[in-house]
């Protein structure tokens, strides 16, 4: 009796399987078609200064408008998008498209002053690509941006596997005036070698970290010691995940420079961002 219940399991186990690959070469077969067709769309989260609370800038976030399924999350297909070789394109649709925007946007937001900035998520093959420097100086002088505006996001799980070449793109980068942000800081595994090694100016501190003030004192103490780093080392913070009103005041009452969350405003489409924001 046991045994047939066994035998039960191993097929519900192996048709399950079976679904899940089906699936996943369904969703990749998709996903080359949505690179051809360019069914991905760019949503924007403000940053604000930590005292002021005033826009100070966005992340630009991709989502795939899938023709049936909707709105699909990066964490879906953004891995998958790396794995069948799709990243060197979308990425560069993201990089132009949020280059093109920052140029709208800085022509119709003088009430910002010359300082609003769009950060873009970089992905480690986008990074050890062939030519990204030259493209993102390409893009930089057709859309007449200043560099320092256009904020690169790298995550540390990115520079794992870096080269000795990682490190000479991001010197370029920097060099060439373009912000360099530390993405999810905290997370990995060598978050202090990572800031001493490359030339980061903006530490975006992990949304762990404020959500996790109501739960323990640690959570503050954490957060305390990584904006007392970042000073010393001259460093911009960014805290992400504000999605409460008491974690917003701990920022203030700490000191960070930026914050971006919920609790300000989710990503939103461009529409929706200037008419809210501009
Ligand atoms: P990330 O760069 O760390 O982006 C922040 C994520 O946190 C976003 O998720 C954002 O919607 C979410 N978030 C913002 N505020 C809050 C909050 O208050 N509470 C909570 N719980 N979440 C908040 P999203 O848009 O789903 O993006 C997930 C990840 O996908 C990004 O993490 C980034 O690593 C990646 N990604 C997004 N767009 C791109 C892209 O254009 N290129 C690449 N290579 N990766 C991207
Ligand atoms: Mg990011
Ligand atoms: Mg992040
Ligand atoms: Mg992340």
Redesign the pocket.
Same mark, same amino acid.
């Given at each position: 009796r046991s045994k047939e219940k066994g035998r039960n399991r191993a097929s519900y186990y192996s048709q399950s399987l079976h679904e899940e690959v089906s699936r996943r070469i369904e969703l990749e077969r998709e996903l080359r078609r949505a690179a051809v067709e360019n069914e991905f769309v760019l949503y924007y989260q403000p940053q604000v200064d930590c005292m002021s609370e005033k826009l100070v800038g966005a992340e630009a976030l991709i989502r795939w408008q899938h023709p049936e399924k909707g709105l699909i999350s990066p964490v879906e297909f953004i891995p998958i998008a790396e794995e069948i070789g799709l990243i060197p394109k979308i990425g560069d649709w993201v990089l132009e498209t949020a280059c093109a925007q920052l140029q709208r946007w800085n022509k119709n937001t003088a009430g910002y002053g010359d300082n609003f900035s769009i950060s873009v998520n970089i992905s480690a093959l986008e990074l050890n690509q062939q030519g990204f420097f030259a493209k993102v100086e390409r893009v930089i002088e057709q859309y007449e941006i200043s560099p320092q505006l256009l904020e690169l996001?790298i995550?540390e799980s990115t520079l794992i596997n870096s080269t000795p070449e990682t490190a000479q793109i991001l010197k370029a980068l920097s060099d060439y005036g373009i912000t360099l942000s530390l $993405? $999810?800081f905290g997370t990995g595994y060598s978050s202090l070698s990572q800031l001493q090694v490359y030339p980061f100016e903006v530490l975006?501190v992990?949304?762990s970290f404020v959500q996790s003030i109501e739960d323990n004192d640690d959570g503050a103490l954490f957060l305390e010691a990584i904006n007392a780093l970042a000073r010393v080392l001259g460093i911009k913070t960014v805290v992400?995940g504000v999605e409460r009103e008491t974690q917003k005041m701990w920022c203030q009452k700490l000191g960070f420079d930026r914050m971006q969350g919920y609790y300000f405003a989710k990503p939103m489409p461009t529409a929706m961002f200037e008419k809210q924001f501009l």
């Amino acid at each position: 009796r046991s045994k047939e219940k066994g035998r039960n399991r191993a097929s519900y186990y192996s048709q399950s399987l079976h679904e899940e690959v089906s699936r996943r070469i369904e969703l990749e077969r998709e996903l080359r078609r949505a690179a051809v067709e360019n069914e991905f769309v760019l949503y924007y989260q403000p940053q604000v200064d930590c005292m002021s609370e005033k826009l100070v800038g966005a992340e630009a976030l991709i989502r795939w408008q899938h023709p049936e399924k909707g709105l699909i999350s990066p964490v879906e297909f953004i891995p998958i998008a790396e794995e069948i070789g799709l990243i060197p394109k979308i990425g560069d649709w993201v990089l132009e498209t949020a280059c093109a925007q920052l140029q709208r946007w800085n022509k119709n937001t003088a009430g910002y002053g010359d300082n609003f900035s769009i950060s873009v998520n970089i992905s480690a093959l986008e990074l050890n690509q062939q030519g990204f420097f030259a493209k993102v100086e390409r893009v930089i002088e057709q859309y007449e941006i200043s560099p320092q505006l256009l904020e690169l996001e790298i995550t540390e799980s990115t520079l794992i596997n870096s080269t000795p070449e990682t490190a000479q793109i991001l010197k370029a980068l920097s060099d060439y005036g373009i912000t360099l942000s530390l $993405d $999810d800081f905290g997370t990995g595994y060598s978050s202090l070698s990572q800031l001493q090694v490359y030339p980061f100016e903006v530490l975006k501190v992990d949304r762990s970290f404020v959500q996790s003030i109501e739960d323990n004192d640690d959570g503050a103490l954490f957060l305390e010691a990584i904006n007392a780093l970042a000073r010393v080392l001259g460093i911009k913070t960014v805290v992400e995940g504000v999605e409460r009103e008491t974690q917003k005041m701990w920022c203030q009452k700490l000191g960070f420079d930026r914050m971006q969350g919920y609790y300000f405003a989710k990503p939103m489409p461009t529409a929706m961002f200037e008419k809210q924001f501009l």
